[in-house]
C-alpha cells in the first residue's frame, strides 16, 4: 500500500512538471524535492511499450523521454544509427512540425499529416499529434507528441470494415433468405455465400463446383438454366429465371428464383455474379390462391377484396357478376357502380352501416339491388375489416350473398303468420295484435267490433266442392271489404268467420246500418263460375269500452251476440247486451252467482262406477260435479265449468271437490266398507297454479286417507301445455302413489302428447267412439280397437266411456279392455246411492245381447313423419319380370306406414307397374329391405323429386312396420329421442346437392 501510495505521488508531479531529465537517465522531484527510481523505471516502462512513436518534450523543447525503437522503425532507419530529425524529417516537415509545437505550448492540441521518403523509394503518410500536458491548476509542463503511420491506419480501418460489412452482408441475407455467388470465367473458381449453400442445403465440408451444383437442380429444369448461362456468357445479358432444386439435406423440391449480372472486361465476359432466393412459400401461396380463385368462382357466393385507402377491388370472384349482373370488369373500373344500383330505399341505410367500418366492427346488412335487366334481388353483404398494427383499416374482405328467395320465402312465411292465406285477410293472431292497439290507443276513446258468422258454409264445400267453395270464400271477404269503411279493419276468424273493427265511427246507427248492409249484400246473391250461392250469417256487436275493455271480453261478447242471433233465425245483427237475450242473461248470471255457489256449497258430488268387464266388479268410481242454481235449476259441468275457467274460480271449486272426496273416503272407511280409488276431473287451469299438490297432501293428511285411493283426470280436450311446472306437479303426484288418467281421450287436443308428456296410467276412450262401435262401423271398431293395443303398449289400463249397449260391452270385453263405465251398469249416483253399491261392489249389465265373433282387423295404415329425414336408399330389383341386379342409391324417407313410404331423390325415376324397387333403411336399429313399386311423382326443388311407394310385402312384414310405427309414434309422444336412426340433421336439398358435389 506504501509503495502504491509513492507511486500515485510521483506520477502526479511528473504530470506537474517538476521533473528533469536525460536519455536513458530521467530523474523526477516531487514538491518535496525526493527522488523517486521506481516511477522513473515505470514512466521508462511506459514510453518504450508504446505501440507508436511517442516523445516527452519539456516546455523549452528538450527531449524528457521517447521509445528510440520505434522511431528509428518509424523512418527505416538502422536501429543502431544516428537520429537526426531534420535530415530525417526534411526542412519543410521540420518547420511544420516545429509551428505546431509552439502552438502545443499555447496550450492547443494539433494534429499534422506529413509525406515522409521511405528506404524503398517510395513515400508514405504519418499522422503527427502535438497535445499539451497541464496540470490541474492549467499550469503547462510538457507537449507529448506522438506519431503513426497513415497507411497502416487506413489499412487497419479498411479491414475492420470489410469485416463488418462481410458481417452485415450475411446478416442481411440470413433475413432477405438470399444467397450470393461469384463465378470467375478465367479461373472457373466458384465462391458464394453462406446462405447460398443454406438455401441449396450444400453440406458445409462439401465444396461446391459448377459441376456439384448441377446435381442440386431438379433435372427438368437444368437445360434451361444451362441454356440460359450459355446465352449470357455469349450475349453478355444479365438473365433471371425460376427453376427447382432437390434440397440436399431435406431431400425435397423447393423453388428457386435467380438472377445474374455478367462483367464485361474489355468488352469480354469476365465475371458473373448472382443472387438466389427460395421463393417456395411464395409458390405455395400462389398455388392456394390459384386453387382458392377456382373454388371461389365457383361458388353462387361473391367475395371480394379491397385496400382501405384505395377505391378499386383487388379481387372480385365471378359470384359478383353473377349476383350484380355487372361484368366484373366494369365494377373493376367503376367500384362505386356497386352502390349505384342499391334500391333508393335502402341506401341510407347502407351508407350508415359502412360507417362503423372505421371503428372496424364487422358488417352484415341486407337490401336490394336493382340489377341492369330490372330485376330486384335481396342481398347479403358482410363486409370484415382487418386492423394494422397502428390501429388503422388494412384490408377490408366482403362477402356478397343472393339471399332473395330466402328473403322472400320468410316475408311470405311472416305475412302467412299474420295472414289467411285463403282471403289474404288479417287472422287471428294479427287481430289479436290490433285489437291491443285500439285499447292501447289514447286517441281512440270507443270502437265497435263486428263478428260474422256464416250459416252452413260447410254444405257449400260438401255441395261444390272445395275449389269452388273457396273461390266462393274469396267473393265473400272481398264484399265485405268494400262495405266497412277505409279506416276499418278486417280479420278472417276461421272456416266460416269475420270480425271488424270500426275505430272511428259516429253514432252506433252508423255501425248498425253498416252489419245490415254486409247481411243484405251477401244474401242478395254470389255469382261464382255460373252458380248463384245466396249467404246468411249473423252478426253480433260489441262496443269498447261499453262491452269489454280487453280483446278477449269484446271478442266474446260479440260472439255470444252472433250465436244468439243464429238462434233467433238467419241473417241477424245482434247487439251484445247482459239484458238483451236469454243466454247471454243466464250466463251473466251463472258468472254473477258462481261466487256465492262455492261459499254457500251449492255443488253436489255424483259417483259413477268403472266396472271391470270380466268379474263385473266396480275398479273405481270417477265423481261428477252437480250444481242446483237457485233460479235455473240444475246446471251441467259443461256449461258452468267453462265460466269457473273464465272467472278464475276453478281453483277453488277443485280444492271444494278434492276435500269432499277426502271426507266420502273417510266415512266408507270408517264405515267397515272396501275403499274403491275415485277419480277427480283436475282443471289444466288447476294444474298450471301453484299449490295442487300441498293442496292434496293436505287433504289426504287431514282425513288419513293413503293417496292410492286418488286418481287425478286430465281433459284431454282442453289444451294444457307440457311445461316444466305442469310436469313437475304431476310428477310430484305421482311419487305420491297418484295415478293420472287422461279424459276423453281421441277428440282433443294432443292425445298422443299427453301419453307421452304426463306419464299418463289409465286412458279414458271418448264415448263418441264406443257407441258407434257396431258391425256396420269397421272404421270405429278398429280406431278403438287400435287404441286398445297403444295403451296396452305403453302399459296403461284402459277405460271406455258411455258404454250402453251390450254389443258394445261385449266387443270390449273380446279386445281386453280393462273397465268400462256407461249406463249399461251405472249413471251417475249421489253419494247414498254409490254408497250402497260399495256394499257388494258388484253390478251386473243392464242389457244382453249375442256374442259378437271378432272379426280380422282392419288396420288403417297410419302415416309416422319423421321430424328430420332419414338417410336410406333404393336399388332395382325387377324390371319387365326380369331380375336385375344393380347397385343402391341414396334416398331420403320424410315419412313411413304400413303401405309405403315417402322419399326424396335426385334421380328421375319411371313410374312403371313394370319396375319394382328394394327399399333399404334402419330404424330403431332394425333393419328393412323391402319390396315396392312407386304410384307418385313431384318435382320438389332443383334437380329434386318427391316419390311416393307402395310397398309389395307380407303381413308379417306389414305387422311388424305397424308395431315400428306405434312404437315411434309413443316414443315421439313422450319425447324419447329416435335411437338408431339414420337422421341426416339438414336440409333435404342442401344433403342431396353436397353430395353431388362430392362425387364430382
Known amino acids: 500500500m506504501v509503495k502504491l501510495a509513492n507511486t500515485k505521488k510521483k506520477l502526479r508531479n511528473l504530470l506537474l512538471g517538476k521533473q528533469q531529465a536525460q536519455f536513458r537517465k530521467t530523474v523526477y522531484h516531487d514538491v518535496e524535492g525526493h527522488t523517486n527510481q521506481m516511477l522513473l523505471d515505470y514512466y521508462g516502462h511506459f514510453i518504450q511499450e508504446h505501440p507508436d512513436v511517442f516523445i516527452v518534450l519539456s516546455p523549452a523543447g528538450r527531449f524528457v523521454a521517447f521509445n528510440r525503437q520505434k522511431i528509428m522503425a518509424f523512418f527505416d532507419l538502422p536501429s543502431n544509427s544516428k537520429l537526426d530529425f531534420l535530415s530525417v524529417l526534411g526542412k519543410d516537415n521540420h518547420s511544420r512540425l516545429k509551428r505546431a509545437f509552439f502552438v502545443a505550448v499555447n496550450g492547443k492540441t494539433v494534429h499534422e499529416a506529413i509525406t515522409l521518403p521511405t528506404s524503398k523509394n517510395s513515400t508514405k503518410t504519418a499522422s503527427v499529434s502535438f497535445i499539451p500536458i497541464k496540470t490541474r491548476h492549467g499550469l503547462l509542463k510538457g507537449v507529448m507528441v506522438s506519431a503513426s503511420d497513415h497507411n497502416k491506419v487506413f489499412c487497419s480501418t479498411i479491414q475492420r470494415i470489410k469485416e463488418v460489412n462481410e458481417h452485415q452482408l450475411q446478416h442481411a441475407q440470413e433475413i432477405a433468405n438470399v444467397g450470393s455467388w461469384e463465378y470467375d470465367i478465367d479461373t472457373s473458381q466458384l465462391h458464394f455465400s453462406h446462405m447460398f449453400k443454406t438455401i441449396l442445403g450444400i453440406p458445409e465440408l462439401d465444396v461446391a463446383n459448377v459441376p456439384a451444383l448441377k446435381a442440386y437442380i431438379h433435372p427438368d429444369d437444368l437445360p434451361m438454366i444451362m441454356d440460359d448461362i450459355d446465352r449470357a456468357l455469349t450475349t453478355g445479358k444479365t438473365y433471371t429465371h425460376e427453376f427447382r432444386i432437390i434440397h440436399g439435406r431435406q431431400d425435397n423440391i423447393r423453388y428457386i428464383k435467380s438472377q445474374a449480372e455478367v462483367l464485361l472486361h474489355n468488352n469480354k465476359p469476365e465475371k458473373v455474379i448472382g443472387v438466389i432466393k427460395d421463393i417456395t412459400d411464395t409458390k405455395i401461396k400462389e398455388d392456394i390462391q390459384a386453387r382458392t380463385s377456382v373454388i371461389f368462382d365457383h361458388l353462387e357466393v361473391g367475395i371480394w377484396r379491397r385496400r382501405a385507402d384505395r377505391n378499386h377491388f383487388e379481387y372480385l370472384s365471378k359470384g359478383i357478376e353473377h349476383i350484380l349482373g355487372i361484368p366484373l370488369e366494369a365494377v373493376e373500373q367503376e367500384p362505386y357502380l356497386w352502390e349505384k344500383i342499391i334500391h333508393a330505399d335502402d341506401y341510407a341505410s347502407y351508407k350508415e352501416q359502412l360507417s362503423h367500418l372505421d371503428k372496424g366492427h364487422i358488417i352484415s346488412q341486407t337490401y336490394r339491388i336493382i340489377c341492369p335487366d330490372d330485376t330486384i334481388k335481396w342481398v347479403l353483404d358482410q363486409t370484415i375489416p382487418t386492423m394494422t398494427n397502428s390501429g388503422h383499416i388494412g384490408d377490408i374482405y366482403g362477402i356478397l350473398t343472393d339471399v332473395t328467395t330466402e328473403t322472400e320465402a320468410k316475408q311470405k312465411l311472416t305475412y302467412y303468420a299474420t295472414h289467411d292465406i285463403l282471403t289474404e285477410l288479417p287472422n287471428e293472431q294479427s287481430l289479436d295484435g290490433y285489437l291491443k292497439e285500439c285499447i292501447n290507443d289514447t286517441a ?14 260447410s254444405r257449400i264445400y260438401y255441395d261444390l266442392g272445395h275449389d269452388l267453395g273457396n273461390r266462393i270464400l274469396k267473393v265473400i271477404a272481398t264484399t265485405i271489404r268494400n262495405i266497412i269503411p277505409e279506416n276499418g279493419y278486417l280479420a278472417r276468424m276461421n272456416n266460416n268467420g269475420f270480425v271488424a273493427v270500426l275505430p272511428l ?9 253498416i252489419a245490415k248492409t ?4 251477401l244474401e242478395d246473391h254470389i255469382s261464382v263460375n255460373d252458380y248463384d250461392v245466396f249467404i246468411t250469417t249473423e252478426i253480433g256487436i260489441s262496443f269498447y269500452p261499453d262491452h269489454g275493455d280487453d280483446r278477449l271480453t269484446l271478442l266474446r261478447s260479440a260472439h255470444s251476440a252472433a250465436y244468439q242471433g243464429k238462434k233467433q233465425g238467419e241473417n241477424n245483427d245482434q247487439i251484445y247486451s247482459y239484458s238483451s237475450d236469454i243466454p247471454s242473461h243466464r250466463k251473466y248470471l251463472l258468472e254473477k252467482d258462481m261466487k256465492t255457489a262455492i261459499a254457500n256449497q251449492e255443488f253436489e258430488l255424483y259417483y259413477q262406477p268403472v266396472i271391470n268387464p270380466e268379474t263385473h266388479t266396480i275398479t273405481y268410481a270417477e265423481v261428477l260435479l252437480r250444481w242446483q242454481h237457485p233460479e235455473w235449476g240444475f246446471v251441467y259441468p259443461n256449461e258452468f265449468i267453462p265460466l269457473a275457467e273464465e272467472t278464475h274460480y276453478i281453483d277453488k271449486i277443485g280444492d271444494w271437490v278434492i276435500e269432499k272426496v277426502c271426507a266420502h273416503l273417510r266415512e266408507w272407511k270408517h264405515a267397515g266398507l272396501t275403499l274403491r280409488p275415485v277419480s277427480i276431473n283436475i282443471s289444466p287451469i288447476h294444474i298450471l297454479k301453484t299449490g295442487l299438490a300441498e293442496t292434496i297432501i293436505q287433504q289426504l293428511n287431514r282425513y288419513d286417507i293413503a293417496s292410492k285411493y286418488l286418481i287425478l283426470e286430465i281433459t284431454e280436450s282442453t289444451p294444457l301445455k307440457s311445461d316444466k311446472h305442469v310436469l313437475s306437479t304431476l310428477s310430484q303426484l305421482k311419487d305420491l302413489g297418484i295415478k293420472i288418467a287422461i279424459d276423453d281421450f281421441g277428440t282433443g287436443y294432443a292425445s298422443i302428447n299427453y301419453l307421452r308428456d304426463f306419464q299418463a296410467d289409465i286412458l279414458k276412450i271418448d264415448q263418441v267412439f264406443i257407441q258407434n262401435i257396431d258391425e256396420d262401423n269397421q272404421k270405429n271398431r278398429a280406431i278403438v280397437s287400435s287404441m286398445l293395443h297403444l295403451a296396452k303398449g305403453l ?27 256407461g249406463y249399461i251398469y251405472s249413471k251417475p249416483v249421489p253419494i247414498d246411492t254409490y254408497t250402497r253399491m260399495l256394499q257388494t261392489a258388484y253390478l251386473r249389465p ?4 249375442l256374442k259378437i265373433k271378432p272379426e280380422h282387423e282392419r288396420r288403417a295404415y297410419f302415416r309416422f313423419e319423421f321430424s328430420e329425414c332419414i338417410l336410406a336408399s333404393v336399388s332395382l330389383k325387377e324390371f319387365n319380370k326380369e331380375k336385375v341386379n344393380l ?35 334402419t330404424v330403431l336399429n332394425e333393419a328393412f329391405n323391402l319390396e315396392g313399386t312407386l304410384v307418385w311423382t313431384l ?23 305397424v308395431n315400428l310405427v306405434n312404437k315411434m309414434t309413443a316414443m315421439t309422444n313422450l319425447n324419447e329421442a329416435l335411437y338408431g336412426t339414420p337422421f341426416i340433421n339438414e336440409n333435404p336439398y342442401t344433403y342431396l346437392n353436397k353430395r353431388n358435389m362430392n362425387k364430382l
Open 887 to 921: 347397385g343402391s342409391t341414396d334416398i331420403l324417407i320424410e315419412n313411413l306406414s304400413a303401405g309405403g313410404i315417402k322419399f326424396i331423390s335426385d334421380l328421375r325415376l319411371p313410374i312403371h307397374t313394370a319396375i319394382k324397387y328394394m327399399f333399404h333403411f
Open 846 to 849: 243392464k242389457k244382453h245381447a
Open 795 to 821: 302399459e296403461m289400463s284402459v277405460v271406455a266411456e258411455g258404454v250402453e249397449e251390450m254389443e258394445q260391452l261385449m266387443f270390449l270385453t273380446q279386445n281386453k279392455c280393462d273397465m268400462v263405465q
Open 444 to 457: 281512440i276513446s270507443s270502437f265497435a267490433l263486428l263478428y260474422m258468422n256464416l250459416d252452413h258454409f
Open 505 to 513: 265511427y259516429s253514432q252506433k246507427e252508423d255501425v248498425y246500418q
Open 939 to 961: 318435382h320438389a326443388k332443383g334437380d329434386t323429386y318427391f316419390y311416393g311407394c307402395q310397398f309389395d310385402i307380407t303381413e308379417t312384414e306389414r305387422d311388424r312396420i
Open 518 to 521: 254486409i247481411i243484405h249484400q
